[in-house]
Every structure is written in structure tokens, then in C-alpha cells.
């Protein structure tokens, strides 16, 4: 039922109740006022007819009958022993047969000396009269009078109160519905937009002429602009958290008191091999280690948990797990597999850097020791002196190599990139390198013609050709050959150098690019190789945007693919 129906119902309830509250009043302030303005007339009346009775007469009957049609009222002379001695309304036969009064109340109250009334249905007549009796010669005059004529009154004065609050009823029912409409439209209307407010949608506020309603109105919008400004702030920073949480290299996941995930980012997601709209099971299921299930079980439980070491499958986490106020626990896992790796790393090459520096060393000082404690003769002093140079010379190429390689991964190396002319940077390459070259009978072979250029620097090109002819010298038996050849690609330029050595293993082509990785390390020591030479063959390409491959068999030579982008036009 709307406010409007139950404001109309409710005027309509009240203007009845008080339409019949003024009826049943009329009737009974109006009656009451009636009888009382009867008693006291008929009051003087029974004075006056106390002062007109001659005293000693007996003969009463006609005296009150008199009195009764000058009066038009009901007039009785009663002994003081009750008996009736005159009656208007009865002749002297019917007279005797009347009973004795002595017992009625407005007549003992007379015979007491007051005035006596009394409302009630006379036996005599058998109808309701107003009965007055005053103490008088003979005993007690008493006047009546019918109510026929209060109640006609009574009755016509209802009758105008009837017509008259029916007129109202009307009236206020009309002015009821219209107020019910003036007043409930706006406020069904407020319904609304508050159940609009509380559901997070736009709400229509309605127009109202009502102050009251005006105030309300005014209060809701000021609700609204608040309301709108906080949820925005809330909308701005779960974006931001989210978005924070999403862009994090750590796995994040929160899961609930039970261990279900109810939210996990996208790091999470790659870590544990789940698809974008994959469902992550329950925690309790996800994690199979015991070390993990015993992090999420204390999480759980309350504790807070810290960089806990362990390893899924081929990755290094660093657990941490924290418990919510409100039951739960978010959970962070930190990918430590490349750090870890980074470290072995770290540790190899400090191994490698030492083990390469102190073969050299310990022949020169094992030589200069020599030197310095016997006297030599100028042929051993000589040949000991060379031995010294040489590992001098080696030490020297390892710290060059680890300078330039420690040079092109930081950001201070940009290369500075030309036109190079493929055939003459591998003559200028094969040059320092021509003696070793012919001392085992092994040529080059350059398959590019004049005018057949890469984008690169040319110092880098130099230095990377230098590095893939040392290999392929070193690994490649007397008589065998080293060819360079170049072809135009629709995005670059490829450089090939193939050589006719022993290979390498398919096991070891990973790695070959790595530093200090040697597949035959006793002989490339001996032959004087730092093992960083393909190494900065890989960064000196990529440097240029590149990439750098190998093919080789074992005993069928082995191939290095270089490419060189075009420049962006």
C-alpha cells in the first residue's frame, strides 16, 4: 500500500471518528443541556402551581386538570401518604386506580423537603417523562413533561451535525487525496532514489514544493555527492592496489579460512602454470611439499611466516605468508630461481677468473723464481723468459676480454653504427691472426663482394669476426679451411663463418655462448683460449639488436650464423 492510499485512508479513518465522536456528543451534551433547561422550567412551574392551590380544598383532580391544559403539562397532587390526589391525565375513576407514589424517587426527595427529579418511564402513561416534584400544600406538586420533545430536538440537531460532517468528510476526504498525492508522489519517489543510493546507481530525486521535503531532498543529494566521492576514492585505490598487485614480479595470493583462493595475480597464475581463467584450487591441494603445506598451515593458524626457502618443480620460491585479522592469509611467492642462478653464476665465473689467472701466474713465478735462485745459461734463460712473456701475453688477452665483455654489458657501450663493408672487415679480422693461420696450412675463404655492407659498428664487426676466426683456427686441423660468406635478407644482413674443424657436441651447443665454457678445456688451454671469445661475440650482436646461432656436428666442422637488422628508416 503506497503513502499516498494510507495518508487518504487514514484522513478518511480520522474525519470518521470525529464525525461520529460529534454526533454521539450532540446527543449527549445537547440532551444533557435540554433536560436540564426542562427541569428547571418545569421547576418554576411547579412553584408557581404551589402558589395558586387554595388551601383546604378537596376537591384537587379538576384543579390539576386546569393547571395541566393552561400548562400543556402532566400535573399531579400527591398526599404526603402517597396517595394521588389529583392527576391531569386521569378523571376521578381512573384516579383511585392509581397506585401510591410514596415510592417514587422525585417524590420521597420532595417529602425529605428538596426538590425531587426523576427521569424515567412512567407507568401511568407509558411513556419517558422528566418528572419534578417540590414539597407544597397538599404534600408534593409535581410537574411532568415527555421527552418526545428533547429527543425531536436532539434528533434535528444530529441530523445538522450528520449533514454538516458529511459535507467535511467530503471535503477533507478530497483535500486527503490530494495532499496524499502531493506528499506521496515525492516521497515514493525518495524511496526510490534511495534504493538507488543503497544498490550504487544514479538516483532521480523528485521536486517537491514541501519544505520539509525540499530539506530532505537536499540532504539526500548532499548524501549522493558524498557517497559518490567516497566510492570513487574506494574505486581509485582498489584499482591502484590491484593494479600495483598485478604489475608485482612476486606471486600475491589471499585465501580464506578454509584455504580456498579468493584472489591471486598474474604473477601467481605464471609461477604455478595456471591459465588466466584457469580456477586455483584450494591451498591445501595446490601445495604438495610438506614445507609449503606446513607455511599455509601456520598461516592459517595465525603466524606469520618468513622467507621460507623451497623448490616446485624447477623453480626456487622464497615463501612469506601472513595472517589476516579476519580469518586467512595472504601468501607471497618470490621466484628466486634466476637469482639463484645468477649466483651460480657469480660463483663459477669467480672460480673460472681464478683458475685462468692462476695457471699463468704460477708459471711465471715459478720461472722467475728459477731465474732468480741459479744461475742459467742464456739459451735455458732465454726459453724461460719466453715461457714468462707468453703467460704475461695470456693473462693480458683474459683481462682485455674480461674488460671488453664487462665494457659491452653495461650502459656505458653504445654502438655507434656504420656502413661496414663485410668482405674488407674479415680481411682486416684475418690479418693479426694470418701467421698462426699459415703455420698450419689454414686459409680463408670470403664468399661477399666489394660493396656488400651490414649496419654495424665496424670496431665491434672487427672484434667479432676476430673472436669466430681464433676458434675456428684453434679447432680446426692443419690444411683445413675457414670460409665467411654474406646474404641480403628482407630485414638484414646474414653473416656466415663455417669452418672444417673437429664440431661440437649436440650437448654442448647450448651452452657454447656461455663464459669460460670450453667443451675440450685441457686443449683450449693449451692453445691459449680465455673462453670468453663467444661470449662477446653473443653481446656484441645483440648489442646491435642481433642474433647469433650455431650449427655443428662432431667431426663435420662447425657454422655460426650472425644477423644484422636494417636500419629503421
Known sequence: MTFATRLFLGAVAILLVSVTAMVVATDRWQRKDLEASLAAELEREASLIASAIPRGSTTLNPLAHRFGAVLGRRVTFIARDGVVLGDSDFDDASLKLLENHRGRPEVETALAGRTGTDRRLSTSTNRPELKIAIPAWPGVVRVSAPLEQVDAQVSVAQQAVLVASLVALLFGSVLAGVGGRAFGRPLAELGRAARALAAGERPDFPHSTAPEIRQLVRSLRAMDDDLGARMEALRRGREETETLIQSMVEGVMAVDGDGNVVSSNDATRRLLAFGPDERIPNARELFHQ????????????????????????????????????????????????????????????????????????????????????????????????????????????????????????????????????????????????????????????????????????????????????????????????????????????????????????????????????????????????????????????????????????????????????????
Not at 607455511?295 to 595472517?323: C, Y
Not at 665454457?517 to 646491435?544: C, F, N, Q, W
Open 290 to 569: 610438506r614445507d609449503v603445506l606446513d607455511i599455509v598451515e601456520r598461516a592459517l593458524r595465525g603466524e606469520a611466516v618468513v622467507d621460507r626457502e623451497t623448490t616446485i618443480g624447477e623453480r626456487v620460491i622464497l615463501f612469506t605468508a601472513r595472517p589476516l585479522p579476519k580469518g586467512g592469509a595472504v601468501i607471497v611467492l618470490h621466484d628466486v630461481s634466476e637469482l639463484k642462478r645468477l649466483e651460480t653464476v657469480r660463483r663459477d665465473f669467480v672460480a673460472n677468473v681464478s683458475h685462468e689467472l692462476k695457471t699463468p701466474l704460477t708459471s711465471i713465478a715459478g720461472y722467475a723464481e728459477t731465474l732468480l735462485a741459479d744461475e742459467t745459461d742464456p739459451a735455458t734463460r732465454r726459453k724461460f723468459l719466453d715461457v714468462i712473456l707468453a703467460n704475461s701475453r695470456r693473462m693480458q688477452r683474459l683481462v682485455d676480454d674480461l674488460l671488453d665483455l664487462a665494457r659491452i654489458e653495461s650502459d656505458r657501450w653504445q654502438a655507434n653504427a656504420g656502413t661496414v663493408d663485410v668482405a674488407q672487415a674479415a680481411r682486416e679480422a684475418w690479418a693479426p691472426l694470418a701467421p698462426r693461420a699459415a703455420e698450419r696450412n689454414i686459409g680463408l675463404d670470403v664468399s661477399a663482394g666489394p660493396g656488400v655492407s651490414l649496419h654495424a659498428e665496424p670496431d665491434a664487426v672487427r672484434q667479432i669476426l676476430t673472436n669466430l676466426f681464433d676458434n675456428s683456427i684453434r679447432h680446426t686441423p692443419p690444411g683445413g679451411r675457414v670460409t665467411l660468406s654474406a646474404q641480403r635478407l628482407p630485414d638484414g644482413m646474414e653473416v656466415v663463418v663455417r669452418d672444417t674443424g673437429a664440431g661440437i657436441p649436440k650437448d654442448h651447443l647450448p651452452r657454447v655462448f656461455e663464459r669460460f665454457y670450453r667443451v675440450d678445456p685441457g686443449r683450449s688451454r693449451d692453445e691459449g683460449g680465455t673462453g670468453l671469445g663467444l661470449a662477446i661475440v653473443k653481446h656484441l650482436v645483440e648489442a646491435h639488436d642481433g642474433r647469433v646461432s650455431v650449427e655443428s656436428a662432431l667431426g663435420e666442422g662447425t657454422t655460426v650464423r650472425l644477423f644484422f637488422p636494417s636500419p629503421i628508416a
